[in-house]
Structure formats: structure tokens, C-alpha cells
């Protein structure tokens, strides 16, 4: 496979462009380098790589995106505006990076006979306000849906970020109805692992280990048994390889991906005394209000990927945050 990964400096496309180049395929990262971090990322790909086909361009530059994908058999498209904060602050530039910039991927795809793989989000299902939630001592959770929320969940786009996201997913899913692309959308829940800068406004396991590391203030918005499940970025990219290899029967499909029940963690009542035992220390927290259109829960229902792609979660959760701890540890000149 000839790959070109959009936002390919990134946590995510990273760790994709790693993982491909060693199993064999060619690889092109195109990133314009605006994330922090994203330039230790690219030089982090050059030295692991021995060298690195990239781009650095922008995904709403339509004449860059398409020349980048010329040779190329499949897109992986990471590249995004990433922050619900930032989405509401500024609208317009939300848009353009996330809808248009998918739009311009999806136009040279249809130039170039790529396929396309899209990385969406929960974000698409809203605040899921139809779905019963019990509070328990030290969580939230499902009241109905003991696997987590499928596929079939209504979409409900809340926040600009969730109507940026939730348009360039059903652009992705409709170009396989109407044009015949190859396309398959991940809808992806909290995605966590090495090479993630992590901040308050994205990444948030990410945030609280480099945070706790580092001695920098950590703020918990909500009361912290708000649930997410926890998918570490190995597993992720090995979906990505078998939705490659199943291109032929999983094209046009829509798959929730996540670490699902059994990688399920409160936000600080339950990671925060995991963190707390493996620093070996308590980690101080403020708490601040609740941030609107945060879910209580998000836990994904993995069925169809399993079913489908022969996928399942490997990683669980103390052995994926021990993994990102030790990074973080490692490396801390990264985060001066």
C-alpha cells in the first residue's frame, strides 16, 4: 500500500505512519505543523524512519491535498481542529479545517481512485440525553446498554466541533453511496498513547499524567465520575490495517471504535487513585463547573468491528496508562 496520512505529525497519524512503514508499505505524511508537538512527531518519524516522505501543507489548501494523494492508494485523514473549546471560540476556522479540509480530501480521492479512511468521533451522538444514566458510588453508567452505545445510536451534533465532525462523517459515508469511493468512518472514542501531547482541552489522559509528572496544576470539570472508555493507539492502528485488508467487504461501513466496557474508567474518582498508585503519591486536583455538552458517559459498543474486522481491544487499561506513564517519564524535555 501507498498511504498518505493527513495530519501525519500528529498523535494519532504518527504512530499510523510508524506502524505502516514497518510493516512494509510507503508512506506520506502531510501536516502543516500547527499542533504543538507535531514537529517532534516529524522528527521523530525521520530518525525511526530513516528519512520521510512529507508534505507540509494544510487540508483546506485543496491543490496541495490533491497533489500529495497523486500515487497513493489509500488516505488516512487525521488532520482536524480537535478542541470543543476551541470550536466555539472560533466557528468559521472549525469548519473550514474540519468539513472543508474532509471535502478536499474526499475531492482528490475521487481524482486519484484513493480510499479514504476517516477518523470521526462520539462527538456525532450527542449528549446521548435519551440514553437512562444511573450514578453509582464512583461513576456514571448506561442504565440500558451494558455493551456501550452502538452504531445505531441517532446522530445529534452538539457544538460546533460536533457539527464539524458530524458533516465531514456523513460526507465520508455518503462519497461510498454516491460516488462508489472506498470509504470507511471510525467513530472513535478516547484515543490515548505515546507521542500524544496531550492539553486541557484534548487529550485529557495525556494532560493529567504529563500534568502529574510535571507538577503543573490539574482542573477535573464536573465532579469526575463522568466514564469514557480507553483505547491505547496500537490497538487503533491495527483496525486501521484491518480495515485495509477488508477493504473489499467493509468499504462504505461506519464502525464505533473504543476500548469498550471492559476499558471503561471514570475520569478522576476511578484514573485518579490508578494514577495516584502508580506515581506512588496523591496527585492534587482543583475541580471547576461542569463543561457544557459533556457526556456523563461515553462507552463503546466494539461489536461490529469485532464481527467485521476481526477486531477486539487488547490493551487494557493499567497496562496502556503504565506504557504512556513510562514515555512520559522518559521524556520529559519533550514537555519543557
Request: glycine share 10%; with cysteine.
Amino acid at each position: 500500500m501507498r498511504a498518505l496520512i493527513t495530519g501525519g505529525a500528529g498523535f494519532i497519524g504518527s504512530n499510523l505512519a510508524r506502524y505502516l512503514a514497518s510493516r512494509g508499505h510507503a508512506v506520506r505524511v502531510l501536516d502543516n505543523l500547527a499542533r504543538p508537538g507535531s514537529e517532534r512527531n516529524l522528527a521523530w518519524l525521520r530518525e525511526t524512519l530513516g528519512g520521510l516522505d512529507f508534505v507540509q501543507a494544510d487540508s483546506r489548501d485543496a491543490a496541495a491535498v490533491a497533489r500529495a494523494a497523486a500515487g497513493c492508494d489509500a488516505i488516512f485523514h487525521f488532520a482536524a481542529q480537535v478542541a470543543v473549546t476551541s470550536s466555539v471560540t472560533d466557528p468559521v476556522h472549525d469548519f473550514e479545517v474540519n468539513a472543508r479540509g474532509t471535502l478536499n480530501v474526499l475531492e482528490a480521492a475521487r481524482q486519484h481512485g484513493c480510499a479514504v479512511f476517516y477518523t470521526s468521533t462520539n462527538k456525532v451522538y450527542g449528549g446521548m440525553d435519551d440514553v437512562p444514566v444511573v450514578e453509582l458510588p464512583t461513576r456514571y453508567a448506561y442504565a440500558d446498554l451494558p455493551l456501550g452505545a452502538s452504531e445505531q445510536q441517532p446522530l445529534d451534533f452538539h457544538s460546533p466541533y460536533g457539527c464539524s465532525k458530524g458533516a465531514a462523517d456523513q460526507y465520508v459515508h455518503d462519497y461510498a453511496r454516491i460516488y462508489g469511493l472506498r470509504t470507511v468512518v471510525f467513530r472513535m472514542s478516547c484515543i490515548y498513547g505515546t507521542r500524544q501531547f496531550g492539553n486541557e482541552d484534548q487529550g485529557w489522559v495525556a494532560h493529567f499524567l504529563i500534568a502529574a509528572v510535571l507538577g503543573r496544576p490539574i482542573t477535573i470539570y464536573g465532579d469526575g465520575k463522568q466514564v469514557r472508555d480507553l483505547l491505547f493507539v496500537d490497538d487503533l492502528v491495527r483496525a486501521f490495517e484491518l480495515a485495509w485488508e477488508r477493504l473489499d467487504t467493509v468499504a462504505g461501513r461506519v464502525y464505533n471504535i473504543g476500548g469498550g466496557p471492559a476499558n471503561a474508567l471514570a475520569i478522576w474518582t476511578e484514573f485518579g487513585p490508578l494514577l495516584a498508585e502508580l506515581l506512588g503519591r496523591p496527585i492534587p486536583v482543583e475541580y471547576g463547573p461542569w463543561r457544557p455538552g459533556d457526556q456523563k458517559v461515553y462507552v463503546t459498543d466494539v461489536r461490529r468491528a469485532a464481527a467485521e474486522l476481526g477486531w477486539q481491544p487488547t490493551i487494557s487499561t493499567r497496562e496502556g496508562i503504565s506504557r504512556l506513564l513510562q514515555w512520559v517519564q522518559e521524556n520529559r524535555a519533550l514537555f519543557a
